[in-house]
């Protein structure tokens, strides 16, 4: 069984930057593509990035490119989200997940392919 425990939101004015975290434990956490999504009220959950296990690789969402950055620490079994030039849009709760079977990259940015979920932060963007 994994868990997994985010912090690091809050709020923030627009263009502002926040880091979240996301800890793991109870599994192999090196071996997990590691995903953030994030789910504003009235709308569904959406995907916002993904990392490979190694970290080799990430994944983002359109209009997160180039403001979001995922990296993680195999070290300390977490998964950071920084996230830069904010804006009101952005808020949201923000979940980390675990994929933990392997799977090609397509399946990433697809929220039900992930085992594990976090029980969410909350980022609040003021204008």
């Known amino acids: 069984q994994v868990q997994l425990v985010e912090s690091g939101g809050g709020l923030v004015q627009a263009g502002g930057s926040l880091r979240l975290s996301c800890a793991a434990s109870?599994?192999?956490?090196?071996?997990?593509?590691m995903g953030w999504f994030r789910q504003a009220p009235g709308k569904e959950r959406e995907f916002v990035g993904a990392?490979?296990?190694?970290?080799?690789?990430?994944y983002y969402a359109d209009s997160m490119k180039g403001r979001f950055t995922i990296s993680r620490d195999n070290a300390k079994n977490t998964v950071y989200l920084q996230m830069n030039s904010l804006k009101p849009e952005d808020t949201a709760v923000y979940y980390c997940a675990a994929q933990t079977t392997k799977r090609d990259s397509y399946f990433y940015t697809r929220r039900k392919f992930y085992e594990y979920w976090g029980q969410g932060t909350q980022v609040t963007v003021s204008t």
């Open positions: 109870g599994g192999t956490f090196s071996s997990y593509v």
């Open positions: 990392i490979t296990w190694s970290g080799g690789s990430t």
